[in-house]
């Protein structure tokens, strides 16, 4: 690593599939430039994967009892703190809301460090929504994506001053996908479209509920695509805990179709996100509670089917409909509004690309304000 006093170390902390959507450019951008130096540490699953290069803080446990997050924070607290004190950055970039990134707040600033948040400000739902506003609390730093949020930061006391409004980095990704290049096996026709119509379905574990209820939500939801008659594909639930039950119950039902000889439903339990972004944007509707449905839909009018509370109050576009009971047939029969219904006008409101060389800008240029923090009213 270079002493050179000129330039300014930022550190950047990426733990999951979500987290590097929202880093991956702003890293790209860092590496651009002569007063920046990148300072990139992988932990949870994402360290487990060879294409993305940075210092490893491997502590990952499978996460199947809520106890496990705690444990996990903990876990990262410590090799993180270790880490800091070592290399020294003058900033360190904390993304989302996830529990990992709550670590990652904690160690930055009990070491007296630079913390930088971004896509602070959201409302949503689980556990992820009071995890969001502790980071903002910690962070000295926001780098919102849109206005909405900027402004509840500022009403949750934060200097106006250190609060930039620049769309979200994972927009920036969203909008290189060429969709019309779709290398998505099965379902490529003709110029990329789609062979047949098809249901997309992403859903994650809601951490403010049962294993049971996580389980009981994405059965209901999987006979409610059974019942519209349309093809399904299923992309596993991110790692958090209610995921294992959730991945044994999808398992569960594509394995007893196909035994039945009956060929609708079609899972994968990770795509790489071209991949994704393709199958959602040709989808005749996305289904779960992802907030991919929320934030990156709307980018292509994909109609989304809104399921639960995991998305709770968050600002949506019109494409989305949301069921906050959900059952079996409340879900199919929004299912079949939204396919009769058809592709939405396309909406952008995350911005429109360039989130990761505006972040990149503002880290190396900004005066960085003073580590003590005071409260704005």
């Not at 904690?106 to 502790?134: K, M, P, T, W, Y």
């Not at 639930?237 to 039902?253: A, L, M, R, Y």
């Not at 240029?365 to 580590?371: A, D, F, N, Q, R």
Request: overall charge neutral.
């Amino acid at each position: 690593m270079t002493e050179n006093s000129d330039i300014r170390k930022v550190m950047i902390v990426v733990d999951s599939r979500a987290t590097w959507s929202r880093a991956k450019t702003v890293c790209e951008e860092i590496k651009k430039r002569n007063d920046l130096e990148l300072q990139l540490v992988l932990t949870g699953p994402i360290s487990k994967k060879s294409e993305v290069d940075g210092f490893l803080v491997d502590n990952y446990l499978t996460v199947d009892s809520y106890s496990t997050m705690a444990r996990q924070v903990s876990d990262i607290v410590g090799e993180l703190s270790a880490l800091i004190d070592d290399s020294r950055p003058n900033v360190v970039v904390s993304v989302t809301d996830r529990y990992e990134s709550l670590a990652v707040a904690v160690a930055a600033s009990l070491s007296n460090v630079h913390l930088a948040h971004i896509q602070g400000g959201e409302v949503s739902g689980s556990i992820d929504e009071s995890i969001r506003h502790a980071i903002t609390k910690l962070a000295h730093i926001h780098f919102p994506a849109n206005l909405d949020s900027a402004n509840r930061i500022e009403r949750m006391g934060e200097d106006p001053r250190f609060i930039y409004n620049v769309g979200c980095p994972a927009t920036d990704l969203l909008l290189r996908v060429d969709t019309g290049k779709s290398t998505t096996v099965h379902l490529s026709g003709p110029k990329g479209k789609p062979a047949q119509p098809y249901v997309l379905v992403s859903y994650n574990p809601v951490t403010t509920q049962t294993l049971k209820e996580n389980r009981r939500a994405i059965a209901e939801t999987l006979m409610a695509c059974d019942g519209c008659g349309f093809k399904t594909i299923v992309v596993g639930p991110n790692h958090d805990p209610g995921s294992v039950g959730i991945w044994e119950v999808t398992q569960f039902t594509a394995d007893v179709m196909r035994h039945a000889d009956r060929h609708w439903l079609e899972t994968h339990q990770s795509l790489p996100h071209n991949e994704f972004i393709c199958l959602m944007a040709h989808a005749s509707v996305l289904v779960g509670n992802s907030s991919a449905g929320i934030r990156e839909a709307c980018y292509f009018g994909t109609p989304v089917v809104n399921v639960g509370t995991r998305q709770f109050l968050r600002s949506r576009t019109k494409n989305v409909v949301t069921i906050h009971n959900p059952t079996k047939d409340k879900i199919k029969d929004v299912i079949e509004a939204q396919i009769e219904h058809g592709p939405y006008d396309i909406e952008r409101p995350y911005g429109n690309g360039g989130a990761g060389r505006k972040i990149a800008e503002i880290l190396a240029t900004m005066e960085l304000p003073p580590i003590q923090k005071t409260i704005r009213y």
